[in-house]
């Protein structure tokens, strides 16, 4: 066994004012095999105490509030941090102050470097990283809906935020894929919070299930949680939200602001530059004949391309896997197609991936299994549709498939 370092302290309301993340130094000594590290506080106290790790080169890992305990090794890791070798030198165990009660939280946190050369290290990091079996590709998968499109491009069925047990969801990435292909998605984007540990697992996984997962990540803060599309690199959310959209940038992604409107986590993050998608439709609108989502959107940026997401994390919790879901019109069903087609602002939004749907294709607009619904322009309804798949004069503005009782059921930008 390794020598143990101990941290212990209580962190009080004013260690909270003073500094969102406190960092505790683990010296690392050399021939390291693996690090192993656990945070304890009394959880029945109210507090939440968030966890993560760098090492002397940079980010290793976040769990937030997720875990209580992390292992990184060369050859696996907790989900949520990174494998790979364990450097000699000063590492630094992150703890976030998410919330602290007025008497204070007292906190342990306990590191273990373990010797690369232990005769035990391989069975305990057996114990400690169990590998989660692999579901078997799910039988008949429903069938693609044959929506118009223009030329070239075919309408992709997906969802553009949910989280795996890498953050504070429950499934690993290969359950997660198999689950959205039994839900009839052509892609699906996996968002964890605040790390890009699931990174490597996509490509497997989307070929093995035959369904799009994007590369994504959850930029999580207090003021806000952003979503970065595409394989960026790691976003550090302790810097401003302006070096998000930067970094999206630089790495060819897309960066949205996630459910803007969200009670103690919703957006309030100054923005000289707005990023460009918005997560218009979110599983927590649970009215949808309040117009909030739109009003914050105009608001916003009325440029910016709408798209939704359920925020899907385990069974039973938030909303169903694809609901709402975001269709992409694309000219191939890679990641790059579908990054491309967002990009491109060719999109719309449903409430879920078998019911209306509103599409623009060339100059008309195209409501589809909408029979009975009214079409909503910005200035309100002016048309009930009748028939399964119907063809109207394109306008501009965003438009919207309205219930009876004027709730939305699907929109176009």
Known sequence: MGSLITHTGTFSVDDRIAARWHYLPVEVPPGTGALRVTLSYPRESGAVLDLGCFDPAGFRGWSGGARGSFVIAEPGATPGYLPGPVTAGRWQVVIGLHAVPLEGVPFTVTAEPLPAGAASLRGQLARWLPEPDAPPVPGPRPARRPLPAGTGLTWLAGDLHAHTFHSDGVMSVAQLAAHAVERGLDFLAVTDHNTVSHHPFLGPASARYGVTLLPGQEVTT??????????????????????????????????????????????????????????????????????????????????????????????????????????????????????????????????????????????SLVAVGADGLALAGPAGPYQRISGDLVRLPAAPGYHRLLTPTGATMALTP
């Open 222 to 363: 207090e003021l806000g949680h952003a979503g970065v599309l595409g394989d960026t690199g790691w976003i550090d959310f302790r810097e401003p939200a302006s070096s998000w959209l930067t970094a999206a940038e630089a790495g060819g992604g897309l960066m949205s602001v996630n459910h803007p409107f969200a009670g103690p986590v919703s957006w309030v993050h100054p923005m000289p530059r707005r990023p460009p998608l918005l997560e218009v439709w979110h599983w927590s609108w649970l009215d949808p004949s309040w117009t909030t989502p739109f009003s914050w959107w105009q608001a916003w940026d009325p440029a910016a391309i709408p798209v939704g997401g359920s925020d899907w994390h385990r069974p039973g919790s938030d909303a169903p896997l694809g609901t709402p879901t975001t269709w992409v019109s694309c000219a191939d069903a890679s990641v790059a197609g579908v990054l491309e087609g967002l990009r491109a602002g060719r999109v719309a939004i449903s409430a879920s991936r078998d019911g209306a749907v509103l599409l623009r294709d060339e100059d």
